[in-house]
């Protein structure tokens, strides 16, 4: 270190390596390291300190290594000479990458030091959360002063042996931690979407989704990144899915868990038990909802903090500093750029885009990408073009770090295929694309049309086509909640600049219409002007050519265009429908029971309403509901029993639905009004569309036994009022909750109507905005009778339990009887508990007799 090898060996300028935040106790090893090879070195403590003394400690460093302080733009902007900024440790939500690169600077991390520690924790806390190891030591001092040896207050305790672990997100971490608690005789369960079936039947793991690894596990453990689309993962929605007695860990990264669910969760004893070692802000404040919770483990980030893990990521570090002095090497480099031909490198990103949004698109993990480059375009070497595409995916499905240099590896491990071609054919030629700067979405292109796909379009969508010489065309294929142009159904019309377009939730404005206007028609004798190049458009490629022809016929949308296929998807496909596999004899796919789709939209110049419910064959039914002008926005959705599915099929097949026909329309012309119900029965399946007329009584009767399963199952009845009487009617309920909340020693069953009543208004007023000033007063009302509705019921548990113990009966059905009171809802799986006790104890008592 200290000689560079561009310089012919003549000596650098001193360099200067700075520390602001550090673990260990001491970095005498480090600073030794450094001494030897001349170069300067010096430590901060500036963890949660602020910005400016971060930029004055190490302002003139050359390399900055960075534990916990957050490296946003402003500060990376205050530290110029900075070349190498590197994080100690894996996760880097603390470090704007983005800005790095703008900036000049390079970032790289430490991948490989710790899995094995980070699993040992996630173990540690799985096993310590189960068996209430915390809470042992409180029970047995407590006790143990009391001269007591009761530890009743603990059970029960599960045994792990037998249960069921679901692990989200199986990278080197998770793969770890199932390894060691299938030895333990656990089964295990994962989420990862992008697992391929061979890695998991290797694994001997049963790959699921999110929602039914939920439902089914013991024990979850979490080990994803944060980002945007995980942040919250883990939210009150997805806690209510969660077993009764399950419990939940994650020492990944905070930010995962939404805290606050989590600590409601805990108090009303949705779920058992959950151990964290990672928080969305650390140091956590004092008045976090998790404290005091006595069925939650909490640890300060102790994940990778081994012995042997900080010996080994302090040797990384070393390397990557001697790599880089030496000659300029970035080891385990992140934000590492190609060098490409200036003519493509703004293709780059489109490339990487597409990529990114196509491998969303899958329902099946991606095997394989094939990318085209067509038209001017493939005059180019476009490898980098199929390598940013394949980057784009990867990142999408993949916990590690995916860049250009990790990119190959990680596609090999998972057995993605990579193959690009090019051809300067086809009708692409001399076109172009532009992506306005706030985004676009992504479809499928076949010869002049353009498809918009958009998640709110339950199952079809609207067509944009080029008709000759009359510019852009739009048209809609029949989706549940139609396309509208200028708030009117897209009958197969032109669109010209300034109209509006509605494709499900998008709103598009037509900026060019593919028509040559008179400022784009040049005079023969005059030179052409180039227009300014767009906003976040790519460079347009210059590709040399015979003559130069500007007829009016020149579509100025398209110059070339990059089609990104999901290779191993499609052609499976193909080859599945030329050469269908022969099923084996009597082998008959299971049918759903019931499946429906139901959309209601009514559009005006003034408003917009959307009502969207859904009930798929694993039995969830959800709904969303847009209301803009009354500014009313609702989502969702719970399980729903298999016998209740198996009724709503045969009322909705007795209403003669299926005898409709597929489409009943009248004309309305300044506003939309439309019904869209489809249903599956077994293995029939009919859709019918009602626009703009009288429904037919049977569709009629089908919608509205679907909005009653709504109304019953999501609780919807409080679509149906207005904001007035929704304010009238949470106020009454909350003043009959706060009553019986008041009430609670007269009658035992008071704790539970309060909490009703209080729930009830929480619903009212879910809609409803500006919140009234009891908002806050009930929230907490509703959270203190759960909590006392909890504490009663784990006192009067353990008095059941002591006098079973004691075979004490008439007393323990005494205090079972007070359980049912207590919790009269015989879906509560605590109510099912106590009636089993009870019936048990009534029948101790006879022999007794």
């Not at 270190?1 to 000596?11: A, F, I, L």
């Not at 520690?117 to 407590?142: F, G």
């Not at 969303?624 to 729903?640: G, Y």
Request: charged share 25%; with cysteine; glycine share 6%.
């Amino acid at each position: 270190m200290g000689k560079s090898p561009q310089t012919g060996g003549q000596e650098e300028p001193k360099m200067k390596v700075a520390v602001t935040d550090y673990i260990e106790d001491e970095l005498q090893w480090e600073a030794r390291k450094l001494a030897e090879a001349g170069i300067e070195f010096a430590a901060f403590q500036l963890k949660h300190r602020p910005a400016d003394e971060v930029a004055r400690a190490a302002g003139d460093a050359d390399v900055i290594v960075v534990n916990m302080v957050k490296m946003d733009e402003p500060l990376l902007a205050r530290l110029p000479k900075c070349r190498l900024l590197i994080r100690h440790g894996i996760g880097y939500d603390n470090v704007d990458v983005a800005a790095c690169t703008k900036l000049g600077i390079q970032f790289a991390y430490q991948p490989d030091y710790c899995q094995e520690d980070v699993a040992e924790h996630a173990i540690c806390l799985i096993m310590s959360c189960a068996r209430k190891i915390v809470r042992s030591r409180e029970v047995l001092e407590r006790s143990s002063r009391a001269g007591q040896w009761d530890f009743a207050g603990l059970f029960p305790i599960p045994r792990m042996h037998g249960k069921t672990l679901g692990i989200v997100g199986l990278g080197k971490i998770g793969k770890h931690v199932a390894q060691v608690l299938q030895a333990a005789g656990m089964d295990v369960i994962a989420f990862d979407p992008f697992l391929s079936a061979d890695v998991a039947k290797e694994l001997r793991i049963e790959s699921v989704s999110l929602d039914e690894l939920l439902k089914r596990a013991d024990v979850i453990t979490l080990h994803t990144p944060l980002t945007e689309q995980t942040r919250n993962l883990i939210n009150a929605d997805r806690l209510k899915l969660m077993k009764k007695g399950a419990r939940i860990v994650n020492v990944a990264r905070g930010g995962i868990i939404d805290e606050a669910a989590l600590a409601e969760a805990l108090k009303a004893g949705t779920i058992a038990g959950a151990a964290l070692d990672v928080f969305a802000e650390e140091p956590l404040k004092s008045g976090s909802p998790l404290f005091g919770l006595p069925n939650c483990i909490l640890t300060p980030h102790l994940g990778a903090s081994t012995e042997e893990a900080q010996v080994k990521v302090s040797v990384d570090i070393a390397n990557q500093f001697n790599a880089f002095f030496q000659s300029g090497k970035i080891i385990n480099a992140v934000n590492v750029q190609l060098r490409v031909d200036p003519a493509i490198d703004g293709w780059l990103a489109a490339a990487e885009s597409l990529g990114a949004a196509l491998v969303q698109t899958l329902d099946e993990p991606l095997k394989g990408l094939e990318v085209i480059a067509r038209g001017d375009l493939a005059k180019y070497d476009t490898k980098p073009l199929a390598t940013a595409a394949l980057k784009g995916a990867l990142a999408r499905i993949s916990t590690q770090v995916v860049n250009f240099v990790t990119v190959s590896n990680i596609a090999k491990e998972r057995g993605i295929t990579l193959t690009s071609s090019s051809t300067e054919q086809g009708a692409e030629k001399g076109r172009k694309i532009t992506v306005p700067p706030e985004g676009g979405r992504l479809g499928r292109s076949s010869k002049n049309d353009i498809v918009i796909v958009d998640p709110m379009m339950s199952r079809h969508h609207c067509r944009l086509f080029f008709k000759t010489n009359d510019g852009l065309w739009i048209t809609d294929l029949g989706s549940s909640n139609a396309t509208l142009v200028n708030n009117k159904p897209a009958q197969e019309c032109p669109l010209r600049v300034g109209d509006t377009i509605l494709v499900g939730e998008t709103l598009l404005r037509v900026v060019n219409d593919g028509r040559a206007s008179p400022q784009q028609t040049v005079q023969p004798s005059q030179p052409a002007t180039p227009p300014a190049p767009a906003a976040a458009t790519p460079p347009p490629i210059q590709a040399k050519r015979k003559t130069q022809k500007f007829g009016i016929r020149r579509l100025l949308l398209i110059e070339a265009v990059v089609i990104v296929i999901a290779f191993a998807v499609w052609l499976p496909k193909i080859r599945a429908w030329r050469n269908p596999p022969r099923p084996p004899p009597f082998a008959v796919a299971p049918a759903p029971v019931l499946e429906v789709e139901y959309e209601k939209v009514q559009a005006d110049s003034s408003n917009i309403f959307r009502h969207h419910l859904s009930l798929k064959a694993d039995g969830i039914i959800s709904v969303q509901i847009d209301d803009p002008a009354n500014n009313r926005h609702v989502r969702k959705e719970k399980p729903v029993d298999k016998d209740y599915l198996k009724e709503l099929a045969r009322t909705i097949v007795e209403t003669g639905f299926f005898d409709l026909d597929e489409r009943y329309e009248g004309i309305q012309p300044d506003a939309l009004e439309s019904w869209d119900l489809s249903v599956t029965v077994g293995r029939r399946t009919h859709r019918t569309r009602v626009i703009n007329r009288v429904e037919p009584e049977a569709f009629r009767n089908a919608r509205e036994i679907v909005e009653q399963a709504g109304k019953n199952e999501l609780g919807l009845d409080a679509m149906q009022f207005s904001t007035d009487k929704l304010l009238q009617m949470a106020q009454e309920a909350y003043l009959l909750g706060r009553k019986l909340l008041d009430e609670r020693e007269i009658k035992y069953g008071n704790l539970s109507a309060a909490i009703r009543s209080l729930k009830e208004a929480e619903i009212y007023l879910e809609t409803v905005e500006p919140k009234p000033e009891y908002y806050g007063e009930l929230i907490s009302a509703k959270s203190d009778a759960e909590r006392m509705l909890n504490e009663k019921y784990e006192d009067q548990n353990f008095r059941a339990s002591r006098a079973i113990r004691l075979r004490e009966w008439e007393q323990a059905a005494r205090e079972l009887q007070i359980i049912l009171e207590l919790v009269p809802d015989r879906s509560d799986p605590r109510n099912s508990d106590a009636r089993k006790r009870l019936l048990d104890v009534q029948s101790r008592m006879k022999e007794k007799k």
